[in-house]
């Protein structure tokens, strides 16, 4: 996302970390180190390139917020949306990054840490700092990024409605007799067309392909009476769009809508259960309840949601032993799914977001089973 077309300012970021900052310390740690990635997006508006440089914003109860950056992209970093609420550290080629971040810490305390960090970045801190313990972010502080605000819901609600417009346009081309690269490039494009500046991923499962849930998009030709698996999204204004919809070429067998309309009973099911005070396994349940019913619960081989926002997969997962209670402002995808190895799959979903009665979608692209040409 452009940092012209950031819509949250330096008090804002200021906010978001002082708000991290005294989380972590509710949690018993002594700070937070955040790497490059969804979580320095979201606490500075910075997206730097994750190399092997060390780029790590230290945040530790009692001091300012410091960014520690390689010299040659302190440019870049001054110039973040969140910039004006921390210190910049730098530290040039041939020097000791590691050095430099470690009076930032306190030499005996325990630190979470970006899932996303290098390996090669927490050992240079342990050899600086041996008496230091770490823990993962979404370990220690899984409601980081979980819930969002009016503007966050905004951006996320435009996402849905492009990755709607895409699903919309993808109804009127061709499907038998293509490659299923070809369709997945008309999905990058669709998405591209409608807004997106970053596309994650264009599954497109043909046949027996669609019971492979994360099928990459390959060479297979497509062919009428095949079911097929559309899974696709990307980043819009700076925030995810994930939406999975099944189409048939041609009319569809009777067990194939029967199947399909066991997964879209399942997904209403599994939306119906989002509300304040539920646990987020209590979604996964309410969907796999309704496709064990039916005598295919072996057949639903994943999780039923994942969080979304500055990146497409994050906290919170609607899955068996999640007990974190949804409170309003949370976003995440419900999508359940039949697969039949040798066959075909059928997946339906949707982003929601909880509110204070229950939840609302920011999808609404028509759910049954579409057919296509």
Known sequence: MDHDSDPFTAADYAARMAAATQAAADAGLAGLLVAPGPD??????????????LTLLVLAAGQDPVLVVPSLEAPDAEKAPGAGALTLRDWADGKNPYAV????????????????????????????????????????????????????LARLAAAGEAADAAYAQI??????????????ADLDA??????????????VGSGPNGANP?????????????????????????????????????????????????????????????RPGAACQDVDRAARAVITEFGYGERFIHRTGHGIGVTTHEPPYM?????????????FSVEPGIYLPGRFGVRIEDIITVTENGCRSFNNAPRELAVVE
Request: charged share 25%; glycine share 10%.
């Open 101 to 152: 971040a470690a009076p930032l810490l306190d030499v005996t305390g325990r630190f979470g840490v970006s899932d996303n960090a290098w390996a090669l970045h927490l050992l240079g801190l342990q050899r600086e700092l041996p008496t230091t313990t770490y823990a993962s972010l979404s370990d220690a502080l899984p409601m980081l990024r979980a819930v969002k605000d009016e503007r966050e």
């Open 40 to 53: 320095l997006a979201h606490l500075t508006g910075y997206r730097p390139v994750d190399t092997e440089r």
């Open 214 to 274: 994360h099928h990459e998009a390959g060479d297979r030709v497509i062919r009428h009476g095949d079911m097929v698996v559309l899974d696709f999204g990307g980043l819009k204004g700076g925030y995810g769009s994930d939406i999975s919809r099944t189409v048939h070429v041609g009319a569809p067998t009777e067990e194939e809508q029967r199947v399909h309309d066991i997964v879209r009973e399942a997904q209403l099911a599994g939306v119906a259960a989002a």
């Open 319 to 331: 899955v068996e032993g999640e007990e974190q209670p949804l409170v309003p402002g949370m976003c």
């Open 190 to 203: 669709l998405l591209r067309v409608h807004g997106h500046s970053q596309v994650d991923f264009t599954v």
């Open 171 to 184: 109804l009127h081309v061709p499907f038998a007799g293509r490659r299923e690269s070809e369709v997945a």
